[in-house]
Structures are given as C-alpha cells and as structure tokens.
C-alpha cells in the first residue's frame, strides 16, 4: 500500500520499531526520511536499507533529550521537505529501579517526547492548506496500568498515552493528527534483554505493519495484540486492590 505520508521524521529509528517504521515507509513511497538515533554505525544502516526502495534519507546523530538540537531538526528538517508525520518514536526501559535509571526513562520517554512534539505543532500550526500533517507518540500497552515489574516505564508511557489522546482532541480544530502507538512485546534492543515471558511477542516487520497500516486510516489508539489491550484495559478498570493483587503475581523483569 501506498503511504499518504510522503515526508517523514522519525527519532529513535537506528533500531526497533523507529527502524522498522523508516523501512516501511521507505517500501510504502515515502520520498524523504528524517531519521536521527544515537548510535552512527546503526543508523547508516538503516539509512543504507531505505535508499535501496529510492527514499532520500537524512540521518542526524541526536539525543532526543537535547531541547535546542532537536528543535533545530525538526525546523531544518522541515525546510527540506514539508513533514507530513513526526513519530515520536525513541524511548528507553530500565531492568533497575535506581535513581539515574529512573531520572533517565523519565528523562528520554516523556522530556525526549515532548521535545519532539512540541517543535512539529508550531510548525504544523503556522502551516497552511491542505498538506497532511500528523504526530504520533509511542506509548506501550504496559502505559494502561503502573506495573511493579517496570514502575518507571509504565508511568512515563502512562503519560504519553494520556497527553497523546487529549491532544488528539485538542489540535483536531487545526487539522493536525495525532496518533497514540500502544504495542505489546515487539522484538527490539530493549526486549532482547528480557528473561521474563512475553506473551504474543511480535516481530518488527508485522508490529510496523499493523502501526502504518492505522495511521494511515487515522486511528486514534493503535494498540495491539488485543489479548494484550484486553487484559490491561481489565486491570485499569478492576478495583485496585484486586488489580494490585494481580499485578503482584505478574513475572518481573530480571
């Protein structure tokens, strides 16, 4: 299927689900990338990958936590090629509850989202016409419901999902998507880590290609597999001493 997103940005895409998204993208018509990760010899890579389906690809080694860089990229980006979709892609998890840790995924999943989104609605704002203009947001299945297995990175998704769906709301006036990403376990350098089980866990390829597919019909809350959304959905809507009853009995991640 041919994409209706014909320039694109997209940070964190050195690898994961941003890698996968610039590859479908690249296959789907796409004729400019923005990517930027933090790792050079990957995101080449990534960058050599797409070019191969004839997108022009621009990479920049940024980390999303940098305000004043990636406010520069995204602008510069834009005068390049007028973004059509900025995905908010780039996140971090963290096995231990220290405090760096935490400081950190806090930091990089809410700060480094924001500093993303933040710089893509001025722009989209001031734009005129009829182009397409969309911002989508990774958020996590594990954002439904605070997790003692990962407390620090299901609340910092919890506030994307919640900033996602009220802005949602709040820039349609304006004619700007926006799109919240929910996934499950999806093959990444963060799930490559894990010893606990993950259920339902998909590869990149198919969680890319049900996330493009949605975004294109303008879906709200991509959220995925069901039986996942189902079960979080349940422990976010149980009384609490039930659903932290259950949720002390969930694996833990080691």
């Known amino acids: 299927m041919e994409t209706k997103f014909t320039n694109v940005l997209i940070t964190g895409a050195s690898s994961g689900i941003g890698e996968a998204m610039a590859l479908y993208y690249a296959a789907s018509g796409s004729k400019n990338l923005f990517l930027c990760g933090r ?6 890579n990534v960058q050599q990958k797409c070019e191969q389906f004839g997108a022009k690809v621009f990479i920049s ?9 990636m406010q520069a990229w995204i602008i510069q980006s834009n005068k ?7 995905l908010a892609n780039a996140g971090i998890a963290t096995t231990q509850e220290i405090d760096e840790n935490i400081y950190n995924t806090f930091n990089t999943n809410i700060f480094g989202v924001l500093n993303t989104v933040l710089p893509a609605i001025n722009l989209f704002s001031k734009r005129r016409g009829s182009s397409i203009k969309a911002i989508a947001m990774l958020s996590s299945i594990a954002g439904y419901h605070g997790l003692a297995g990962c407390p620090s990175y299901s609340a910092s998704k919890a506030c994307i999902k ?7 709301v709040y820039l349609a006036p304006k004619n700007i998507q926006v799109n919240i990403i929910c ?7 963060l799930t490559d880590k ?3 089980p993950m259920p339902f866990f998909l590869e990149t390829e198919k969680a890319a290609s049900i996330i493009g597919d949605r975004l294109e019909k303008n879906i709200g809350l991509i959220a995925f597999p069901w039986p996942m959304r189902f079960g979080v959905w349940l422990l976010s809507v149980l009384p609490n001493c039930i659903s932290s009853f259950i949720c002390s009995k969930l694996p833990y991640k080691v």
């Open 183 to 189: 996934p499950g376990f999806v093959r990444s350098r």
């Open 194 to 196: 894990n010893t606990c």
């Open 39 to 44: 790792n050079k010899k990957r995101l080449e």
């Open 61 to 69: 080694l940024i980390d999303v936590n940098d305000k004043e860089k």
């Open 162 to 168: 919640a900033y996602g769906e009220a802005l949602r």
């Open 80 to 86: 390049k090629a007028p973004l059509n979709l900025v």
